[in-house]
């Protein structure tokens, strides 16, 4: 019998229950909590990542740090193409289907020695062939050509994303389109063409499956790449329901991803007869319960042999999967452990213990501490996170403490990369913002009264941050009529479309075309682009460690598979030397932890490390 002091939880036969949580509060709203917070509490102050050496530097142009210029170039360069999910998404009205956005890549899929891009979009019906096709532009000295339809990259069905990996190890790059509905293969023949490989790859693609992030990597360690998909809501209920507005003079809103039940990830092994194999469950990868997820990266996060795989789900808690120690796969048959632990490893949800609307993955070296954190991008009224690694496998919500809290909150972020702009040998952190449909939002809840107004727009500016000298981040000083305007963004990747070892940009949007951002940021440093292809380890080398000092100046970056949102950066690495004068040294952490060293390495070049080769190539 139910009475007014029936406890919630039966106890009596369960004594490990009787637990006094009168003490435990409500969440309170992310202002409340930012309020609450006192300066001790927020900010453990993170180390400092400006040596001695650029601490001078800085007090000698103090003052003098120059904006970000970037300026979209694409209609000049021959970029002319809506990656958007619909042709009225600046109307009121959108379905949720309609409003993830569309993703792209850089790849040089000719092997000339410039960055090539592939555009996926969608504005069908899933999972129907009813969308404009997507697009292989090829980079000819810095303008970029519509490949012929006969390159293959051309398919019509509901885009999200692109992968691009060497499935079959044959040094041509290879492409998966992830569709809202049959996912498409297309396999590299070396001339510049593609081949639909779907059926002989893939057998059995779903039709009605919603996937969005991509990323090709080794998950056994056996040499050959294998393929992460995520998936977002189940079936296509999402495409026909209609949500109510608040008001009946409103038009629909874009239903919430909650209203829908999330799908599961899949997960495949490539083996050596030339085919992917789903050992989702059979590698104990099918999570309790499935997210909606987004954004993914790949890569080896912890010091040990093996890559994992990070996931940052939409409203659910992100996922952190790892595979047992020093557990390898050899044959078909062989049965991997791999264990969800984003929880206990402090990846799951912020500070608070509450999961985010996650979208988008940067990962990086954020406080040149020699291991590897992320940032993931978040909806609006929550705050873009970044996870630093405290130790082995271990992370921290440390946002308020490098000041990345506040500028993000009114703002729904998308995609975000990492990547020296201005040359002062530090990384840049970017976020492509945009809201999910047209709707105005004022903060003025109870608890944010004596807040100033902040309204959530559909169009929303993109933001830089610079590392402060102190080691926090400070909004970026930025230049060009493009950065000035606020867009819908979506992916959000980097490419050196001009090949002046500068990184650009690539940013698609909801409502006007992709944007090509140039890089026209003075800066005097030596610059460096680096690459590597593994022999023993997959061609990719995804999980490489890569460390390049010269004089006092160190730093360390990661070869990952997926990163930001819907999309595939630049293979190479980009880098700014501010303590160069004419050569660097490298030191390579390969996969399967062989090392090795490069000595004497020129700037203002790019390089090229083969595992086990003694030397590195200059091919410019």
Do not use: C, Y
């Given at each position: 019998e139910l009475r007014r002091d029936t406890p919630w939880q039966q106890t009596k036969e369960f004594p490990e229950l009787q637990l006094d949580l009168s003490h435990l509060a409500f969440q309170p709203s992310i202002e409340?909590?930012?309020?609450?917070?006192?300066?001790?509490?927020?900010?453990?102050?993170?180390?400092?990542?400006?040596?001695?050496?650029?601490?001078?530097?800085?007090?000698?142009?103090?003052?003098?740090?120059?904006?970000?210029?970037?300026?979209?170039?694409?209609?000049?360069?021959?970029?002319?193409?809506?990656?958007?999910?619909?042709?009225?998404?600046?109307?009121?009205?959108?379905?949720?289907?309609q409003t993830l956005g569309c993703g792209g890549a850089t790849l040089d899929f000719d092997r000339d020695g410039w960055s090539d891009l592939a555009l996926v979009t969608a504005g069908g019906t899933p999972p129907q062939k009813d969308s404009p096709p997507n697009v292989l532009l090829r980079n000819e000295n810095g303008v970029f050509t519509t490949a012929p339809e006969s390159a293959g990259v051309n398919d019509r069905g509901f885009a999200q994303g692109i992968a691009v990996g060497d499935l079959n190890e044959d040094g041509w790059p290879d492409l998966l389109c992830t569709n809202y509905g049959p996912n498409v293969l297309l396999i590299n023949q070396g001339d510049g063409t593609f081949i639909n490989a779907t059926d002989q790859w893939l057998a059995n693609p779903d039709e009605s499956r919603w996937s969005t992030g991509a990323a090709f990597a080794d998950l056994d360690s056996d040499g050959l790449s294998d393929l992460v998909v995520l998936n977002y809501c189940e079936g296509l209920d999402p495409v026909t329901f209609v949500c109510g507005s608040d008001s009946d003079d409103e038009p629909a809103r874009s239903c919430s991803p909650m209203r829908f039940s999330g799908d599961h990830d899949q997960f495949f092994r490539t083996n050596f007869r030339g085919n992917l194999r789903d050992v989702t469950e059979q590698w104990s990868l099918k999570a309790t319960d499935a997210g909606r997820g987004l954004g993914l990266a790949i890569g080896r996060f912890e010091d040990r042999i093996g890559n994992q795989v990070f996931v940052a789900n939409d409203m659910t808690s992100n996922f952190y999967w790892s595979r047992a120690l020093n557990q390898t796969s050899s044959d078909d048959t062989a049965n991997m452990s791999w264990t969800?632990?984003?929880?206990?490893?402090?990846?799951?949800?912020?500070?608070?213990?509450?999961?985010?609307?996650?979208?988008?993955i940067a990962a990086d070296d954020f406080n040149a501490d020699g291991k590897i954190d992320f940032y993931v991008t978040n909806f609006d009224q929550e705050y873009n996170t970044l996870h630093l690694q405290t130790g082995p496998g271990s992370w921290r919500d440390s946002t308020m403490a490098v000041d990345l809290g506040s500028d993000t909150l009114p703002l729904v972020g998308f995609g975000t990369t990492t990547t020296d702009l201005d040359g002062d040998g530090n990384n840049e952190l970017v976020v492509a913002n945009g809201h999910v449909d047209i709707f105005q939002r004022d903060d003025l809840s109870e608890e944010a009264t004596d807040r100033p107004a902040r309204r959530s727009q559909y169009a929303q500016p993109m933001q830089f941050f610079r590392h402060g000298d102190d080691g926090r981040f400070k909004p970026a000083a930025t230049s060009g009529e493009y950065l000035s305007q606020p867009h819908v963004g979506r992916s959000l990747w980097t490419i050196d479309a001009n090949r002046d070892f500068k990184p650009d940009l690539v940013v698609t949007h909801q409502t006007e075309p992709v944007a090509l951002l140039v890089n026209h940021t003075e800066s005097s440093a030596p610059k460096l682009k680096l690459r590597v292809t593994g022999t023993r380890s997959s061609r990719d080398a995804i999980g490489t460690k890569i460390t390049v000092t010269a004089g006092n100046w160190k730093r360390t970056h990661w070869v990952t598979s997926g990163g930001s949102y819907l999309c595939n950066e630049e293979a190479s690495w980009m880098l700014s030397c501010p303590d160069a004068e004419d050569e660097v040294r490298v030191e390579i952490t390969w996969p399967d932890d062989q090392q090795q060293s490069f000595e004497g390495l020129a700037t203002d070049s790019e390089w090229l490390m083969v595992q086990g080769k003694p030397q590195a190539i200059n091919f410019r």
């Open positions: 409340r909590f930012l309020d609450e917070q006192s300066d001790e509490d927020l900010r453990d102050t993170p180390p400092s990542v400006i040596n001695d050496s650029q601490l001078e530097m800085a007090d000698e142009n103090r003052g003098k740090t120059r904006p970000i210029e970037m300026v979209n170039e694409a209609q000049q360069r021959g970029i002319a193409f809506l990656a958007s999910t619909g042709d009225d998404l600046d109307q009121p009205g959108i379905s949720l289907h969800e632990s984003a929880l206990p490893r402090g990846l799951a949800v912020d500070v608070r213990s509450v999961a985010q609307g996650s979208m988008g």
